[in-house]
C-alpha cells in the first residue's frame, strides 16, 4: 500500500508529510501490521534489564510531542524514543526547515528542537502509559541562559515515566550545542546530572547522543567520560552538517543535519571505533542509514547492541521493521546463528 501512496506523499511538503503521518497513526489509520516474526528468538534482547522482542528502535525526530509512541509499538518497534523535549514549547527555526533529497534517499533538517514543551509532554505520557520501552530525549531551549539547568529541569520532569533518558548533545541546528562534547563541558554535564539522580533517588539509566562529525582524539576522549560517569548507553549518531560530497539531490546545500542513506557507512565505522575502546562496557545504539536487513546487520557486526532509525520509514513505509527482520532473519540463518547478539562486534 505505502508504494502506491509514495508518489503521493512525497509530492506533499516533506513537514505536511511528516504531519499527516502522525495524524494517521494516532487515529489509527495505519493498519495494524502482521508480524510474522514476533516471538522469534533470533530478535530477542535485554536493555536496562527489561525484555525486547527486537533491537529495532525509533529514533528521537519522529515522535516529537509523544503523541504516537503506542502505535509504533504496534508496528513491530522494539522500543521507542520521543522528544527532543525542552523545558518550554518552542517553534524552532523558521519554514522550510525539512528537505526530501529522494535521489539520495535522505532527509536534510533543521527543525530545532520544535516541541510542545515538557508540561504538555508528560502530562500526555502520565495519561497514555506506553506499551513497550520508552526513552525520552532532551534538551535545552534555545533562549536558555543555563543549558545545564534546562538538561536538568528535563530529567527530573521525565525521570519517573521514562525508561531511559537520553542527553542529546549533537544536534548541528541548536548553536553550539555540540560544544558539550569537549571533555570538560560534558564531564560536568554528567555529573550534574548525577547529582540530581542522586537527589531524587532516581535510578533511570542515561543516554548520550553523539554527533556523526567528530575525529578519533574525541571519540577517545568521549568514551573516557562516558566511562567515568557509567553511562549505560551511546547513541551513535545524530544527523550530520557536513557528508555532502557525493550527494545527487540539487538541495543538497541546504543548511541543517542530514539523515539516511548517506550516513549509513560514516555511522558504521564511527561505531566500530567506539566498540573497540568500550569494549562492551557501554552498549551501542547505532543510527544512521537503517532500512533493511543488511544495514542492521553491519551495525551489529561493526558493534551495536540495538540500532534505531526513522528516514528509512520515510522511505520504505510504515512495515520497516518487518521488512528488516524478514531481510535480517535470512542473514542471521546464513550464519548459523540462534541469535543476533552472538555476531556483535564480530567485524
Avoid: W
Amino acid at each position: 500500500m505505502f508504494s502506491n501512496l509514495r508518489s503521493l506523499i512525497f509530492k506533499l511538503d516533506p513537514e505536511t508529510a511528516h504531519s499527516l503521518a502522525i495524524k494517521s497513526l494516532k487515529f489509527n489509520f495505519v493498519p495494524n501490521i502482521l508480524d510474522e516474526d514476533k516471538n522469534n528468538p533470533l530478535f530477542k534482547t535485554n536493555i536496562f534489564n527489561k525484555d525486547l522482542k527486537n533491537p529495532i528502535g525509533m529514533a528521537a525526530g519522529f515522535d516529537k510531542n509523544a503523541e504516537v509512541y503506542n502505535s509504533l509499538f504496534r508496528l513491530g518497534f522494539g522500543f521507542v524514543e520521543v522528544g527532543t523535549v525542552t523545558p518550554l514549547k518552542q517553534y524552532g527555526n523558521p519554514k522550510p526547515r525539512v528537505f526530501r533529497l529522494v535521489e539520495d534517499e535522505a532527509l536534510i533538517n533543521r527543525l530545532g528542537f520544535n516541541n510542545n514543551g515538557a508540561k504538555k509532554i508528560i502530562d500526555r505520557i502520565v495519561s497514555n502509559k506506553q506499551i513497550g520501552l520508552l526513552g525520552i530525549n532532551i534538551g535545552p531551549n534555545k533562549e536558555t541562559n543555563d543549558r545545564l539547568g534546562d538538561y536538568v529541569k528535563c530529567f527530573n520532569i521525565f525521570h519517573k515515566v521514562a525508561d531511559y533518558i537520553t542527553i542529546n548533545i549533537s544536534s548541528p541546528n541548536t548553536e553550539d550545542l555540540r560544544s558539550f562534547h569537549e571533555q570538560k563541558k560534558l564531564d560536568e554535564l554528567l555529573k550534574t546530572l548525577d547529582r540530581e539522580k542522586k537527589n531524587l533517588s532516581s535510578n533511570t539509566p542515561l543516554a548520550i547522543k553523539v554527533s556523526p562529525d567528530i575525529d578519533d582524539q574525541e571519540i577517545r576522549k568521549i568514551s573516557e567520560v562516558l566511562l567515568n560517569n557509567n553511562i549505560e548507553i551511546v547513541i551513535v549518531s545524530n544527523s550530520s552538517d557536513s557528508t555532502r560530497n557525493n550527494l545527487i539531490n540539487v538541495q543538497k546545500h541546504q543548511k541543517g543535519g542530514l539523515s539516511g542513506k548517506p550516513l549509513e557507512e560514516k555511522s558504521t565505522k564511527l561505531i566500530s571505533k567506539f566498540y573497540k575502546i568500550l569494549k562492551g562496557r557501554i552498549k551501542i545504539i547505532g543510527v544512521g542509514g537503517v532500512d533493511s536487513g543488511k544495514s542492521a546487520y553491519d551495525k551489529f557486526l561493526s558493534g551495536a547492541n540495538f540500532v534505531q532509525l526513522y528516514t528509512g520509514m520515510v522511505f520504505r513505509g510504515p512495515n520497516i521493521v518487518n521488512l528488516i527482520k524478514s531481510e535480517l532473519k535470512e542473514l542471521l540463518i546464513r550464519d548459523g546463528v540462534k541469535n543476533f547478539e552472538e555476531i556483535v562486534g564480530k567485524k
